[in-house]
């Protein structure tokens, strides 16, 4: 099977590793990039020299998968070892395996010189380093469209790191197609849609097999009741529901229009044909959202692009699916490289790149912008040495919650005007009585 062009670049950076004396390599390629097809001829090229392999994934889709893909490369003597089942010849070359069982049955470990990691930012997680820890002499190769943790831990199982291409070169390559994206004006608090995903969908969903990410597996399933009533099918899959193959398979079909989840569908899920995306929770890392949106950016037939339909303003943080993006091992993984100002056309909604003067969506003429004047919030400031300097505080707000605040340890009480940035305990407003009482503490 001929691979394109970026997939061989891939491969030969990832050969330039180990021949420099790289064990553990890890490859960063997009969602519907190709990183199976990648790994197959990595695995037929290791067979032809007499090594043994073990490919190991977490979801049962993803080793289905990976099976049929092997074959397609000529690889078909291969053991599958996978829940209570262990199919195939005991010293087969190839094996794949489940993270799961493998945990479960230590004595079954196959023999392997070289082991792949699916989805390898899941690595550091206490089952999977442990089979890693079984395989120390053997070469790994990590592979991964996001190589970042919500935990921020870092990825230091793998010791280089090979971008294969990015999301925006393989939309130019035609590879991916374009995505639509829809957005409130900023990025809303917790617990805050900009609609509900049924209005989402009706509005700009265009009647495309949609995907629904939510926050817990009740709100899948009322959210998918809302779609049913309303005469447009949907049901929800969870992790352990039994019915979860038929379910995808209805959808395959085109009987359920849209399909709900919690976790799902964030990996693992693959079905060109789905165009929608709508966003129903906030994802806190730029993995998950990436996930997410790419569930939507593979092409098909008649799919002249994909839409995201963000309703909880993660876009403003995360920045468009197709942004160039920089990426590493170090844990927070994957940054923005000079990150592109976004605009949103007030007629239709879209989000896109900050520069046409006409929405490049539906074409509507685009008002000018409002200079927005500095305003003060009433920080003040202090001088910093020896460390980088914070990010700016956000303006004033009113506390909905009880609290205590971080310059004068006193009380915060609902209502009161206070001063707030994400990961940073708040602060009163007018605190610039802090530097006095400070003062008169230090003084007793």
Not at 109 to 124: K, N, Q, S, T, Y
Not at 302 to 329: Q, W, Y
Not at 396 to 411: W, Y
Request: aromatic share 4%; net charge positive.
């Amino acid at each position: 099977m001929k691979l394109r062009p970026y997939q061989e670049r891939a491969i030969v950076s990832l050969r330039a590793q180990y021949a420099a004396g790289r064990r553990a390599p890890c490859l960063v390629l997009p969602t519907g990039g190709g990183k199976t097809l990648v790994a197959s001829e990595i695995i037929r090229s290791a067979l032809g020299r007499g090594r043994r392999v073990l490919f190991l994934a977490h979801r049962r889709e993803l080793i289905g998968q990976t099976v049929s893909k092997l074959e397609r490369f000529g690889v078909t003597d291969v053991r599958i070892i996978q829940a209570a089942h262990d199919i195939g010849r005991p010293d087969a070359p190839v094996c794949v395996g489940s993270v799961q069982t493998l945990t479960r049955w230590a004595d079954r470990m196959p023999r392997a010189d070289l082991v792949v990691f699916d989805e390898a930012h899941h690595v550091v997680a206490k089952s999977w380093s442990a089979i890693a820890d079984r395989y120390a002499g053997a070469h790994l190769l990590g592979m991964t469209a996001t190589p970042e943790r919500s935990d921020g831990k870092p990825l230091d199982i793998f010791d280089a790191l090979v971008v294969g291409a990015s999301v925006r070169e393989l939309t130019d390559l035609g590879h991916l197609v374009s995505c639509r994206v829809y957005a409130p004006p900023l990025e809303l608090e917790t617990a805050q849609l900009a609609l509900s995903p049924l209005e989402a969908y009706r509005k700009h969903g265009a009647d495309e097999r949609a995907i629904v990410f939510c926050v817990t597996v009740e709100h899948a399933q009322t959210v998918a009741d809302e779609f049913t009533t309303a005469g447009i099918h949907a049901e929800a899959v969870t992790g352990n529901g039994g019915g979860r193959a038929d379910a995808l398979a209805r959808f395959a079909r085109g009987e359920t229009r849209v399909i709900t989840n919690v976790h799902v569908l964030t990996e693992g899920f693959d079905d060109p044909a789905v165009a929608v995306c709508i966003l129903a929770r906030k994802p806190e890392h730029a993995g998950t959202f990436l996930q997410m949106a790419g569930r939507v950016l593979r092409p098909a037939e008649g799919k002249a692009n994909a839409t995201l339909i963000d309703l909880c303003g993660s876009v403003h943080d995360h920045g468009t699916p197709d942004m160039e993006r920089e990426f590493s091992l170090t844990g927070r993984a994957i940054s923005k490289v000079d990150r592109q100002a976004i605009r949103q056309c007030p007629s239709c909604g879209g989000v896109f790149p900050l520069g046409p003067d006409a929405c490049p969506l539906c074409g509507a003429t685009l008002p000018a912008r409002a200079v927005q004047l500095p305003r003060s919030t009433g920080i003040g400031v202090a001088e910093v040495r020896d460390v980088a300097p914070r990010a700016p505080w956000t303006v004033t707000m009113e506390a909905k919650f009880q609290g205590r605040c971080r310059s004068c340890k006193t009380a915060i009480h609902p209502g009161d005007r206070i001063v707030w940035l994400k990961g940073e305990k708040p602060r009163h407003a007018d605190c610039a009585r802090a530097d006095a009482l400070v003062a008169s503490r230090s003084a007793v």
